[in-house]
């Protein structure tokens, strides 16, 4: 059974970094493009960042754009999200969401939260 | 960006009843299309995909269709499990975006 776990989420200070990680067990990870999709409190889902399977293509939302950097070990089978510079409208849940080509975001992983407070 | 916007963002209804949700794209994205279902403090869930494909083990009462810039997701027939929020989303063009969200309530 396919399965995602975050870990990382933490609570940081305005212009921190905080590097978040996503777990992924009973699929073949390195088939799958990987993505970040984060939910701020009581709103709704904002994608944030996509990665293919060789790790070739990346894309970013502008709001995070220079800030994040999204990367995965194929061997470890693990995705990664390196967040710098953070501000308050960062905080949010963070998902890691497998990409299934035509089905867009087909399975997705319980979470972790980042919270940016003084 | 692809503005998706959904209507109503919260709908009252009761087991049993029949309920329409609406979703339009602010620019054609043919049926790259989907609709999630959220529950709170869980994540998301993948219902339908390419505007009415029914994903592996969703009930057959949930029902996608549209393309363009209109869509819509049924659910034909209301079950306690089924109150939670819903939200479109499109993967025509980066970046992905998804809809206010619908919540469901009984």
């Known amino acids: 059974e396919a399965q995602l776990v975050e870990s990382g989420g933490a609570l940081v200070q305005p212009g921190g970094t905080l590097r978040l990680s996503c777990a992924a067990s009973g699929f073949t990870f390195s088939s799958y493009s990987m993505n970040w999709v984060r939910q701020a409190p009581g709103k709704g889902l904002e994608w944030i960042s996509y990665i293919s399977p060789s790790s070739a293509t990346l894309y970013y939302a502008d709001s995070v754009r220079g800030r994040f950097t999204i990367s995965r070990d194929n061997a470890k089978e693990s995705l990664s999200l390196q967040m710098n510079s953070l501000r308050a409208e960062d905080t949010a849940v963070y998902y890691c969401a497998r990409w299934r080509t035509g089905a867009t975001f087909d399975f997705w992983g319980q979470g972790t939260l980042v919270t940016v407070s003084s | 960006d692809i503005q998706m916007t959904q209507s109503p963002s919260t709908l009252s209804a009761s087991v049993g009843d029949r309920v329409t949700i609406t979703c339009r794209a602010s620019?054609?994205?043919?049926?790259?299309l989907a609709w999630c279902q959220q529950k709170p403090g869980k994540a998301p869930k993948l219902l339908i995909y390419d505007a009415s494909s029914l994903e592996s083990g969703v009930p057959s009462r949930f029902s996608g269709s549209g393309s363009g810039t209109e869509f819509t997701l049924t659910i034909s027939s209301l079950q306690p499990d089924d109150f939670a929020t819903y939200y479109c989303q499109q993967y025509n063009t980066y970046p992905y975006t998804f809809g206010q969200g619908t919540k469901l309530e009984i």
């Open positions: 620019q054609s994205i043919s049926s790259w």
